[in-house]
């Protein structure tokens, strides 16, 4: 028989509300750049709730911060976690509620004297939304292994600056080492950040995978000339591009291969001015997909677009990749011990993808992995309005605990 023990809901939701006014933004919402002053506030209370049930805290060289509950035995530990950096005007729940719901889950354990013959480990990841510093999930790609301490580093920013001068200023470096991490199994709670659990009235979605993500920064010049005097036939205006580019890419999705997603958020126009035909243009193509080949050729097939219209309209272009990731499939292990649990609890499930990016599937890539989902009032995430149900946050975080009791018992 599974044990009764249940989380303390109460404890999670105001855990959760505290640390969504660190970096709160007077009109709602919350903003915790990676690696900015808000960012550090929002460490040092995760680190304080981290201290206070005396965990075993480790920061790695990019701030990659663990704390880890006792075992029984010294085996390797199974780990829980996510990433506590927001998008600027971001919510409360994405990532964090990954962080504190495993905070929450060794507290519940404490206070019911429940030992694990495996330790249990929390973790928040540096830079996972990769909106400051790309590419997104960037500290987990170096506490894995797979991208390199310095290269990660020496990541210049939207703003002209490095990650090493931000994570000196904010005094995070620590001094444990990255990459190739002793980790059992990884599960990750998280928001779905889309509309399909609510719209389908499901309360936990089991992650399958998620799907592959590729992120296309473009640097067009053109002639900056007089917005009145410049006649239409002498121009070589990057703005235009840019337009064509957004139309282009929702063309794209229309008849392209797999469920193809595009999206240009990022513009910026030089020297941005009402009357001026613009000199630059730097923009950002994201594309995704759950088929890599087709993800591929979305790539290519935009890349040739916009290098055939630059040479019509003469502007030199240039390009740069800023993130790539291929489609990930979760452990089945995992995936179908997430559902035993659900389904245990009388939780109505469904499997399903992730849409958005997350550090598990970068952990996948070191052991065996997955994900828990819960729904997202209104589809709603990256915005202020990013809302779940403190049932269906009680229930996410009750599947974390018994599955991470599993797989730390096994
Ligand atoms: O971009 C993503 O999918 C994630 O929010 N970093
Ligand atoms: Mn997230
Ligand atoms: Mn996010």
Redesign the pocket.
């Known amino acids: 028989m599974r044990p009764q023990v249940s989380i303390n809901a109460d404890r999670l939701l105001a855990n959760l509300r505290t640390l969504g006014q660190i970096g709160g933004r007077p009109g709602g919402g919350v903003s915790r750049l990676a690696l900015t002053p808000q960012d550090l506030a929002g460490r040092r209370q995760v680190l304080r709730w981290m201290e206070e049930l005396g965990l075993e805290i480790t920061i790695d060289a990019l701030g990659n911060t663990v704390g880890v509950r006792k075992g029984l035995s010294e085996l390797s530990p199974v780990m829980t976690g996510?990433?506590i950096d927001t998008v600027d005007g971001g919510g409360i729940y994405?990532?964090n509620l990954g962080v504190l719901a495993g905070i929450e889950v060794l507290a519940t354990l404490d206070e019911h004297n429940i030992s694990t013959k495996r330790p249990l480990a929390v973790a928040f990841f540096t830079n996972?939304e990769g909106a400051r510093f790309a590419p997104d999930m960037m500290g987990s790609l170096v506490f894995e292994g797979s991208l390199d301490l310095e290269t990660a580093l020496a990541t210049v920013g939207i703003d002209g600056t490095t990650v090493a001068q931000n994570l000196d200023a904010i005094d995070m470096r620590g001094t444990a080492p990255c990459g190739k991490p002793d980790v059992h199994a990884f599960i990750e709670l998280?928001i779905e950040q889309g509309p399909r659990l609510e719209r389908e009235g499901i309360t936990i979605g089991i992650v399958e995978g998620v799907q592959g993500i590729c992120w296309t920064e473009f640097e067009l010049d053109g002639v900056s000339n007089h917005a009145g005097t410049t006649p239409m036939s002498l121009r070589h205006d990057p703005s235009v591009l840019v337009g064509e580019t957004i139309v282009f890419a929702r063309e794209l999705t229309k008849h392209h291969p797999g469920v193809q997603l595009a999206t240009v958020g990022s513009v910026t126009l030089k020297p941005n001015l009402v009357n001026v035909i613009p000199r630059t243009a730097r923009f950002t193509v994201d594309l995704r997909n759950t088929d890599g080949v087709a993800l591929d050729q979305a790539e290519q097939a935009t890349i040739d677009f916009v290098y055939r219209q630059a040479r019509a309209e003469g502007l030199t272009v240039r390009h740069r990749n800023l993130a790539r990731f291929a489609p990930v499939a979760f452990a089945s292990s995992v995936v179908d011990r997430i559902e035993a649990v659900a389904t245990s609890h009388g939780l109505s499930n469904i499997r399903m993808p992730s849409g958005?990016g997350?550090d598990a599937q970068v952990l996948a890539r070191c052991c065996p992995a997955g994900m828990i989902f819960v729904p997202s009032l209104g589809g709603i995430s990256h915005n202020p309005r990013e809302h779940t149900d403190a049932r269906d946050i009680e229930s996410g975080a009750n599947v974390l605990l018994h599955a991470l009791l599993e797989l730390a018992n096994a």
């Open positions: 996510s990433h994405d990532g996972e998280h958005a997350h």
